[in-house]
């Protein structure tokens, strides 16, 4: 059961980053806000997943992943949860907007930001239990999991240093985004292709 919550969590993930990707090409807020939902809620168990496997030596790094995966989980399900039905069913006051559309670049897109701060800590962590080789892409996927850890600097400083604003350009954002779907695409890949490979 274990491995298979791994792997259907890894799937899962897969699909809700593909679909992410899609909505940003086209626009589709409603589609980016769903599906940043699902991203969250098959992260958690897929670094659940990291945490069982890990051996003795990396039980503590795999138990801190799962810590990080839950806060960056309640986050991001609380902004596009909000996306999804505050601010795209009601007409806002205008403060209130500023502070709940995520559009808006305010309070909600920092927490976003936030959030996928917490996220790269969370597969840093995870990269840490990988202390096993049962296959050369084991290598790659550690290494891509600690990578990743280093967007948790730039997702903490960016909303702190004001660079993106209402009125930036829509592409640069846009851009940011698909780049992230790009590298994260293969941790979904490769972490189901491990979980595969595990014992049950």
């Known amino acids: 059961m274990n491995r298979k919550i791994g792997i259907y969590a890894s799937a899962v993930n897969l699909v809700a980053v593909i679909c992410f990707?899609?909505?940003?090409?086209?626009?589709?807020?409603?589609?980016?806000y769903f599906s940043s939902m699902f991203i969250a809620l098959s992260f958690v168990p897929?670094?659940?997943?990291?945490?069982?496997?890990?051996?003795?030596?990396?039980?503590?790094?795999?138990?801190?992943?799962?810590?990080?995966?839950?806060?960056?989980?309640?986050?991001?399900?609380?902004?596009?949860?909000?996306?999804?039905?505050t601010v795209r069913q009601n007409d806002l006051a205008f403060q209130?907007?500023?502070?709940?559309?995520?559009?808006?670049?305010?309070?909600?897109?920092?927490?976003?930001?936030?959030?996928?701060?917490?996220?790269?800590?969370?597969?840093?962590?995870?990269?840490?239990?990988?202390?096993?080789?049962?296959?050369?892409?084991?290598?790659?996927?550690?290494?891509?999991?600690?990578?990743?850890?280093?967007?948790?600097v730039s997702c903490l400083l960016t909303p702190m240093l004001g660079v993106f604003?209402?009125?930036?350009?829509e592409w640069i954002g846009i851009a940011v985004l698909e780049f992230w779907c790009l590298y994260f695409c293969p941790i979904s890949i490769l972490s189901l292709s491990r979980f595969s490979r595990m014992q049950k």
Do not use: W
């Open 165 to 169: 604003k209402t009125g930036s350009p």
């Open 96 to 152: 209130a907007a500023i502070l709940l559309d995520f559009q808006q670049c305010s309070l909600m897109f920092n927490y976003d930001l936030l959030g996928y701060a917490i996220m790269s800590l969370a597969t840093f962590f995870a990269g840490l239990t990988i202390t096993t080789y049962q296959a050369k892409e084991d290598k790659l996927l550690k290494c891509l999991l600690m990578i990743h850890g280093v967007f948790f």
């Open 21 to 32: 990707a899609v909505s940003m090409l086209f626009r589709f807020d409603f589609g980016s």
């Open 46 to 85: 897929m670094m659940c997943g990291y945490a069982f496997f890990a051996g003795k030596e990396a039980k503590s790094a795999g138990y801190i992943s799962v810590a990080f995966a839950t806060i960056y989980a309640t986050i991001i399900l609380l902004v596009y949860y909000a996306q999804l039905t």
